[in-house]
């Protein structure tokens, strides 16, 4: 019996697709003009395994034989997912590998703007000696500050519990609140959009891009945080109206902002590097080698589990 054929889109660590090559057979997509070789080429596989480029209805009519997409991501919006369930075709995701190393990065992003480490960090490599003796001088902890997590899966329950280890107090909104045992267990409260608004020291960002969070902090929404909190992002830039928070870090309403993505995919706002009280990564979230590695397995495992096995899992259209 023939193998089924994969073809992968990017470049994910080698070392994570031994499984996957041991049980089909598996091709790598060119690195340039990928779009225009799966045009002519996506007829031939039955899975397909994707990084970030983006698919849309006009690859998923290329797939003819095409049975399951699997995304080397937790995101899935760069996938038209309806439009994939409309042909039979299965998409999954990768959510358990990014979880650990994300959080970590949305914790340090907001230790950084908080203790204004990268402000410190250059004005040391100028030359300059800032006096942290005097008010001026000073910056923020997490301890006894009031955390308030938007969007509470995995990963934002990951932050939870690190930032609680500093002795952070955590509140969270997400669109269906916890049970009250697993408010009790996680230690956290849920709080309605405007609450956690107004009471976060903090607000960092966990939820998906959706029709409902996309441009959900603006211009009315600064302005109901908290004067002086900071904003952090990890999880997709077109939840944030970049001119808004521009606005409103240089006004002070916000003290900073951490970011890690940003409304265009792939470049920063150009405002944004202008000034100091913002500290930036390049979409990095999951962007260590164990976590890269376990990306790579759990993604090629969503293809093996089912075209091998005829098991579902990790399904974001059904």
Not at 31 to 48: I, K
Not at 149 to 173: C, L
Not at 203 to 232: Q, R, Y
Request: net charge negative; with cysteine; proline share 3%.
């Amino acid at each position: 019996m023939n193998k089924a054929k994969i073809v992968i889109l990017g470049q994910p660590l080698e070392e994570g697709l031994r499984d996957l090559k041991e049980s089909f057979q598996v091709d790598q997509a060119p690195l340039e003009n990928t779009r225009d070789w799966l045009l002519e080429h996506l007829s031939d596989y039955d899975g397909l395994y994707t990084t970030q480029l983006p698919v849309d209805k006009a690859i998923i009519d290329a797939g003819t034989n095409l049975k399951i997409i699997s995304t080397h991501s937790v995101g899935f919006d760069h996938i038209d997912i309806d439009y994939a369930r409309e042909k039979g075709i299965v998409v999954a995701n990768s959510p358990k590998a990014v979880m650990v190393p994300t959080a970590e990065l949305a914790v340090s992003l907001m230790l950084a703007c908080m203790r204004q480490v990268a402000f410190l960090d250059r004005r040391l490599r100028d030359g300059e000696w800032v006096n942290t003796s005097v008010p001026a001088g000073l910056s923020h902890g997490l301890n006894g500050k009031t955390v308030g997590i938007f969007g509470f899966g995995r990963i934002g329950q990951e932050v939870a519990k690190m930032v609680q280890a500093f002795g952070a107090k955590v509140i969270y909104n997400k669109r269906s609140p916890l049970s009250k045992v697993e408010e009790e267990a996680l230690q956290v409260s849920y709080r309605d959009f405007d609450d956690l608004l107004a009471e976060a020291d903090v607000i960092t960002l966990h939820a998906p891009a959706t029709d409902d969070t996309k441009g959900l902090f603006n211009t009315e929404t600064f302005n109901k945080m908290k004067k002086g909190a900071f904003l952090v992002n990890t999880a997709r830039g077109s939840l944030v109206d970049e001119a808004a928070m521009l606005a409103a870090l240089e006004s002070g309403q916000l003290s900073g902002a951490g970011l890690d993505v940003y409304e265009v995919e792939g470049q920063s706002h150009p405002e944004l590097s202008r000034l100091e009280n913002v500290v930036m990564t390049p979409h990095s979230g999951s962007a260590t080698w164990d976590a890269r590695l376990k990306l790579s397995r759990e993604t090629a495992q969503n293809i093996i589990s089912y075209l091998d096995e005829g098991k579902i899992i990790n399904q974001v259209n059904a």
